[in-house]
């Protein structure tokens, strides 16, 4: 659920504080993702999702898939807080977002969500990537961070009014919680913030690669579970 038109994934423009070097890793990222960034605004899904066009079924189908996808990224980020590429990455209390999707789909599902809810094939194949990284390759969970965490920050806020004005949501929250960064009081600081942690990480030319390409993995699953 997520429109790069309004940058809800990692790699939107945007002015930054400090000058950038071609080799930094928030660089590579936002170039290397730049044609997968296209494909994915242009997804049926999104565009009609821009335009209010959202069914509530659909939506409801979304949040399930998020909550699924989240749960599953942090999980593996607090099992590998400690590992170097993701220590100064990991904002638990700013960004997790797994107990916001949890109380949107109660709100959506009922409190006995998960008798009925379940995790589609497409969204078992992107949580089963999450896990596997974990376990073998944790410092490439840092693209799936980076790709969902910084879109939330940005053209999410955009979604979500979108949604409470479609949907006739609540105005008090319920069923956006997920949108809702309650911990972040500037998300353009902590976005800048954010990439300047990415650029110090000490990766050689070959992991900065293998990350621009996970990233591009992370649009293609997203896209996917759309």
């Known amino acids: 659920m997520s429109s790069t038109e309004y ?14 070097r071609p080799t930094d890793l928030s660089e590579l990222l936002k170039e290397g993702t730049k ?16 335009k209010g066009r959202i069914k509530r079924e659909l939506f409801k189908l979304a949040t399930a898939a998020l909550y699924y996808t989240y749960s599953a990224l942090e999980e593996e980020l ?7 590429a ?4 990991y904002f638990p209390q700013e960004l997790h977002r797994a107990e916001a999707l949890k109380r949107d789909v109660a709100y959506f599902y009922g409190e006995d969500w998960e008798d009925t809810v379940h995790c589609s ?5 992107y949580v089963d990537r999450i896990r596997h990284l974990g376990r073998h ?24 009014k979108v949604a409470q004005r479609a949907l006739h949501l609540p105005s008090t929250g319920e ?3 997920f949108y809702l960064f309650d911990n972040v009081t500037n998300a353009q600081q902590f976005k800048q913030l954010y990439r300047a942690r990415l650029n110090t990480l000490e990766l050689d030319a070959e992991a900065k690669k293998s990350m621009v390409e996970e990233a591009n993995k992370a649009f293609l699953f997203n896209m996917q579970v759309s």
């Not at 094939?121 to 194949?125: F, G, L, Y």
């Open 78 to 84: 607090d099992r590998n807080k400690q590992h170097p």
């Open 137 to 160: 390759k944790p410092e490439l969970l840092v693209a799936h961070a980076y790709t969902r965490y910084m879109g939330d920050l940005s053209g999410g806020q955009v979604l979500k």
């Open 121 to 125: 094939q497409a969204t078992q194949a």
């Open 86 to 89: 993701i220590a100064p990455l």
């Open 7 to 20: 940058g809800t994934y990692g790699a939107e423009e945007e002015e930054q504080q400090q000058p950038l």
């Open 175 to 177: 069923g956006i919680q």
């Open 35 to 50: 044609e997968s960034h296209t494909q994915a605004e242009n997804t049926k899904f999104v565009k009609e999702f821009l």
